[in-house]
């Protein structure tokens, strides 16, 4: 619920980044000339010229960014809210496995689970578990 809306955030602002790439390769080619022929102009030395040139393509491709609103940053959102909440989920899933035996905890997973997983402490033999959790991410990821 959380992280397909975000991954799907993602993947249209990568698709814009990866749509502008011949716009500021064009926009790249024309600030080159134009530096060039500034520099001859000035008389500047070649770490001066490719100092100004990578100044205005930074400038330039800032201005891209801010006009198609796809931060290269923004494509990072994802990444930055499943880490939390797979630190939450871990610590959460490892306390109540581990829980304290006098807080009762154990006594109800073991007697909580439905269908061919009763004892929800018990490994799952059928590794039916596992295997449709990383089909399901699978899936979010491919989505």
Partial sequence: AVTLPLAAH?????AKLENLQPEIKKL???????????????????????????????????????????????????????IPMWVCVSLALRNCSVGATDSGVQEQFSAGGALWFT??????STWILPVSL????LLIVEV
Wanted: glycine share 4%.
């Fill in 119 to 124: 004892d929800l402490t018990a490994p799952d």
């Fill in 10 to 14: 993602q993947s249209r602002l990568l």
């Fill in 28 to 82: 790249a080619e024309h600030l080159r000339y134009e530096v060039s022929v500034r520099g001859k102009q000035l008389g500047w030395s070649e770490k001066v010229a490719r100092f100004h040139f990578k100044k205005n393509l930074r400038r330039i491709i800032t201005e891209l960014y801010i006009r198609d609103n796809c931060h290269p940053f923004k494509a990072t959102l994802l990444v930055w809210v499943q």
């Fill in 134 to 137: 990383g089909l399901m991410n």
